[in-house]
């Protein structure tokens, strides 16, 4: 039949749509690592994913949808960097200590891209602020497990996760800012200590925090 199956070609063109999108994303990404959230320029990013500027257009109406694309992954990287370290045999404060371990290392991997998403966009974009107090939120409902396993935590107010998961955050962005990234890793202690006081008391905390 001329011109082939319609549904074959129909899913040939919807994977090849995908494929450019994904380019772009990561484009958009590797541009905002390298030139900061108001530095990017649209020409970067179609040099680095090799596309046209009508290929560009047709995913994204915006400079911003992109970056938010590009924070979208970022961010599911790390959700999906913690769930795997929660997967980790072991009790519950040994989980907490291997998530946190895996997202700061992430950070400090990519702590370029991640002090243009952490500070920068969060400055500059409104959608990009809701989608990092969403994710700060995605990670303290994981930290809610806690209260399962500790007969102590059930009283603890209900923004006690939230607090301290955007205590964690500011910290971390703090350093970043100041493009400190190599001091990160050297907090762990301090920072699992400080997520497991509320749950396992300070003794039990500090005890786990020093592995």
């Known amino acids: 039949m001329a011109g082939g199956n319609p549904q074959r070609r129909s899913r040939a063109e919807a994977e090849a ?18 030139h900061g959230y108001a530095g990017l320029d649209l020409e970067q990013v179609l040099l680095y994913a090799g596309v046209g500027r009508e290929i560009l257009d047709a995913h994204f109406e915006s400079k911003e949808q992109g970056l938010i694309a590009a924070q979208d992954a970022f961010l599911e990287r790390l959700w999906l960097d913690v769930l795997g370290a929660c997967e980790a045999p072991g009790e519950w404060p040994l989980k907490v200590r291997a998530a946190l371990a895996a997202i700061l290392s992430s950070l400090v991997e990519a702590s370029n891209l991640a002090r243009v998403f952490a500070v920068e966009a969060v400055a500059a974009s409104l959608a990009a602020a809701e989608r ?7 990670f303290a409902s994981l930290l809610r497990y806690g ?37 990160i890793p050297a907090m762990e202690p301090q920072l ?20």
């Open 147 to 183: 209260r399962r396993h500790y007969p102590r935590a059930t009283s603890l107010p209900d923004a006690t996760e939230r607090v301290i998961v955007g205590g964690v955050a500011s910290i971390v962005s703090g350093h970043l800012l100041m493009e400190d990234p190599q001091a």
């Open 17 to 34: 749509a995908a494929a450019q999108r994904e380019r772009l994303v990561s484009a958009f990404a590797k541009a905002a690592a390298e």
């Open 192 to 211: 699992v200590e400080l997520i497991l006081i509320p749950y396992l008391g300070e003794g039990e905390a500090k005890r786990v925090a020093a592995g």
């Open 132 to 138: 990092q107090y969403a994710a700060l939120d995605q």
